[in-house]
């Protein structure tokens, strides 16, 4: 194949790289570092009601003693899909110079005279860059509706300690809505108010769903049809097993587990579809070729029907139609 042919020559890519897209790479990544780190936002300080039984479930203990603590779950979203994404890109692309294959092969683009982004470089940075992007966007769209709503988490009576006594619940109900009402850990609380959405749900299925998409659309696996569906499916029940832990642990509601599912696929549908274009795969020319006679080809083939003519010789062919006429 001529060089000129896998050449694409850009002047704008890396300006547009540098001035746009790590600018609001940066701003998200401080934004959820100031949602995690900081209080620079204050948690919504939610009532209850006195002995409310959906608040009283035992208190499960710190989130390092959970059966999938935040260390390693973190260490999975980010890792395993970063490191399948660049996998999968290498073998694609050494496979194409291996087989030849130059037409469904991206071009290297050009930006200046001794400056070139060749396709393993350009396609590894979107998908790892878009991935990264959604996930930090599902966590600050998740701190955001935890820091808004201020839900209470099963075991919020359990760690907030409330005496009931000083606040009149002995002769009635009532609705506590004083800050000061929980005598227990100031940190703990805290926590315990930060519940909606489900914040390890929505990474966890962020992750399965990219990654199933990812897979789903880029590999080319001949010879299995189930291989697949089967990976994605794996990848998504071990997410749902993430949310229903959160459940039986009485660390989560079932509603705060399914408001970080919902918003796991709206941002992980979102960037697939409208942001990451390459998640279709290009045609070749031959593909090309093939779609075209097909689309050209009549939907249904009538049989032919032989004449009564093409039963005899030319000869008596001729003389049959000169005594038709005459």
């Known amino acids: 194949m001529p060089p000129e042919r896998g050449l694409h020559r850009s002047y704008t890519v890396i300006h547009c790289f540098v001035l746009v897209e790590l600018v609001i790479m940066a701003g998200t990544v401080m934004l959820a570092y100031y ?9 919504h300080v939610q009532g209850f009601f006195c002995y409310d039984s959906s608040y009283t479930k035992p208190y ?6 959970s059966a999938i603590p935040p260390a390693l779950l973190y260490s999975v979203v980010a890792g395993v ?10 073998v694609v692309f050494f496979l194409q110079i291996a087989t030849k294959d130059f037409e469904n092969r991206e071009k290297t683009i050009v930006t200046g005279d001794c400056c070139y982004l060749n396709p393993l470089v350009r396609r590894t940075v ?31 009576l359990t760690v907030c300690k409330p005496n009931y006594t000083n606040l009149g619940c002995q002769q009635t109900i009532r609705f506590i809505s004083n800050q000061e009402a929980c005598t227990g850990n100031v940190d703990d609380i805290i ?45 998504m029940c071990m997410a749902f097993l993430t949310g229903v832990n959160r459940v039986a642990e009485y660390r989560n509601h079932w509603s705060d587990v ?8 709206a941002i992980a549908a979102f960037l697939a579809v409208c942001v990451v274009h390459n998640f279709k795969r290009r045609h070749s020319e031959s593909e090309k070729t093939q779609l075209d006679n097909l689309r050209n080809k009549p939907m249904i083939n009538l049989p032919r029907v032989a004449s009564p003519m093409e039963k005899y010789p030319p000869a008596v062919q001729n003389h049959i139609t000169f005594a038709e006429v005459t």
């Open 35 to 43: 949602f995690e780190y900081t209080d620079t936002f204050n948690v």
């Open 126 to 156: 979107r998908f790892i860059g878009v991935y990264t992007f959604g996930l930090f966007a599902t966590d600050i769209f998740v701190n955001a509706g935890q820091v808004v709503t201020g839900n209470l988490a099963p075991h919020f």
């Open 191 to 235: 926590r315990a108010r930060k519940t909606f959405p489900s914040k390890e749900a929505a990474l966890s299925v962020y992750a399965a769903l990219y990654l199933a998409m990812y897979i789903t659309s880029t590999m080319k696996a001949k010879g299995s049809r189930l291989a697949k569906p089967v990976l994605c499916l794996g990848l």
């Open 81 to 90: 899909p970063t490191l399948v994404i660049f996998i999968t890109e290498c």
């Open 60 to 65: 499960p203990g710190p989130e390092e003693i």
């Open 258 to 265: 399914i408001a970080g599912f919902i918003i796991a696929v």
